[in-house]
């Protein structure tokens, strides 16, 4: 049986404060599908998906997700940030179909006088109203106490009076915001552990933000205080410097506090993978939990140790989140890394050829050139003096494209001493390209694998005619690889990834390629 004492739970408030990232807008179908993986996937306890009185769009989008959610048992999990403004955002929310609003009060003096212009009893007067009338259309009611971390440190007085003059007004959640981000681990062990002391009749919240890159040890620090109920994002997502990441957190309260969460931690990749999608914002590589490099090793020596008894190994296993390990190429690679990556592709090599190429992989590793497990057949062959790898050539390659008319593409490819005609046409030149290539690989029976993401880069700074690299990850089979291509034209660039990715398939395929 669980230890109540030891149960967090976590409301995510992507949809809310996420959404007031800098750029950051979702659409209503976006909206509804984030609200549903929470929920019904990710498994997060609460979510808060909006502000009260937006526009009839959001409205509109609230109801379609409030809609499933009654549908599938989820409505009671589902909250919208309301105003005192008596009636206006309660009839707002009422008709959303949500049954819940989380009030946003002033939760320090300054805030009240110099904002509101009103003294802490005109301010509760207001309060009280705007929940009498909430209560009557029968919403639940949480407060913000919008400022906290501020006005527990500048006015305390008033914090308390507050609180205690809304003990009896039929309040679920007290939800106490470090609205910018300013306490560090030790104020809020110290400021939490006082509210919880004071006022053990109250459920408190702890809403943390990031400004000084604190937001997870902070939420460490509200847990060891007895907090139990934690605001969180996807993806840091967030005003100014964002929200703690729930991913982190949920890691974090697992394994350091031995808490329980209903998290389910194998879905966490592919919800930020949406998220950073939906919100355009990108995530960093080196992200913990969900980003792209955080279960890959460079270095040789930890490789060889993974090898030899997983010694380079912590808890944090890319297994438990549904995620594999991966060794990176480059010029701290060694012979380890490398035979992992051609473990991968299926590629075995006597140990004087592992040895070149390895030494190949370290030179192109100084001269800083960007290298993945697909490059390999290529270096392998530029190594061994062998066309075994070259199985595929572009011999031409002509796209079309101009501004409201469909892009076409015709293509002369040479396989396995074979040629090839095909054309076809797209939204856009590389559509277009691959619109041909398909046809190609059909007549070969070879299966063209998901293309998960595509991403070009250019140099800072750099000309209308720099080198352009465009970077494409590919899944076969529940595995992903990556293929990258240069060319000072984008197109042609990601036509070279491209025909990377069918080298590297056909090899693997080993047989002739037509009959």
């Not at 976590?10 to 750029?23: A, C, F, I, N, V």
């Not at 206006?88 to 212009?117: A, D, F, P, Y």
């Not at 438990?320 to 590629?347: C, D, T, V």
């Not at 001493?417 to 590389?430: C, L």
Request: charged residues 25%.
């Amino acid at each position: 049986m669980s230890d109540t004492s030891k149960i967090i739970q976590l409301m995510d408030t992507t949809l809310r404060d996420g959404e007031q990232t800098q750029g950051v807008s979702f659409t209503p179908p976006e909206k509804a599908n984030i609200a549903k993986t929470l929920l019904k996937n990710l498994c997060v306890d609460r979510i808060e998906v909006t502000s009260a009185r937006i526009s009839e769009g959001e409205l509109s989008s609230v109801q379609n997700i409030t809609t499933w959610a009654e549908e599938n048992g989820f409505l009671e999990r589902i909250e919208v940030l309301g105003f005192i403004d008596h009636k206006r955002s309660v009839e707002w929310i009422k008709e959303s179909g949500c049954t819940v609003m989380n009030l946003l009060t002033k939760g320090s003096e300054n805030h009240c006088k110099n904002q509101l212009r009103k003294s802490l009893q005109e301010h509760l007067a207001d309060i009280r109203k705007t929940i009498k009338f909430a209560h009557s259309k029968n919403l639940n009611v949480n407060v913000y106490l919008e400022d906290w971390s501020n006005g527990y440190h500048n006015s305390p007085e008033y914090v308390y009076k507050m609180m205690a003059s809304l003990k009896d007004e039929g309040i679920d959640h007290f939800m106490l915001p470090d609205t910018l981000g300013v306490l560090s681990p030790d104020e809020v062990f110290s400021s939490l552990s006082d509210m919880l002391e004071r006022f053990p009749w109250a459920t408190i919240d702890f809403h943390p933000h990031n400004d000084y890159g604190l937001g997870v040890a902070n939420v460490l620090y509200a847990v060891k205080a007895g907090i139990r109920n934690i605001h969180c994002t996807m993806n840091c997502l967030g005003e100014r410097a964002g929200n703690a990441s729930l991913a982190e957190i949920a890691v974090v309260l697992h394994d350091k506090l031995g808490m329980e969460l209903s998290i389910d931690e194998s879905h966490l990749a592919p919800v930020s993978e949406m998220i950073e999608s939906f919100s355009g914002k990108r995530l960093a590589d080196n992200a913990p939990i969900v980003g792209e490099n955080v279960f890959t090793q460079t270095s040789g020596i930890h490789a060889d140790g993974d090898k030899k008894g997983n010694l380079y190994h912590n808890p944090i296993v890319p297994e438990r989140f549904g995620r594999k390990r991966s060794y990176a190429l480059g010029k701290m690679s060694g012979k380890a890394s490398l035979a992992k990556n051609l473990e991968l592709l299926g590629i075995q090599l006597v140990d004087e050829n592992l040895q070149k190429v390895l030494k190949r992989v370290v030179e192109l590793g100084d001269s800083k050139k960007s290298m993945t497990a697909a490059d390999l057949p290529f270096i392998i062959t530029d190594v061994l003096e062998t066309s075994d790898t070259q199985r595929i050539e572009m011999l031409n390659c002509s796209i079309t494209s101009g501004q409201n008319l469909r892009a076409t593409a015709t293509i002369h490819l040479k396989i396995d001493a074979k040629e090839y005609h095909e054309a076809g046409s797209g939204n856009g030149g590389y559509d277009a390209f691959m619109s041909a290539v398909k046809k190609v690989l059909k007549r070969i029976q070879l299966k063209t694998p998901e293309l998960v993401d595509y991403q070009i880069r250019i140099p800072r700074g750099g000309k209308t005619n720099a080198l352009t690299e465009a970077i494409i990850t590919w899944q076969v089979n529940e595995k992903r690889f990556q293929t990258i291509g240069i060319d000072s034209d984008q197109v042609i660039a990601a036509v070279n990834a491209t025909l990377k990715m069918l080298n590297l398939q056909l090899l693997q395929k080993g047989d002739t390629a037509d009959k």
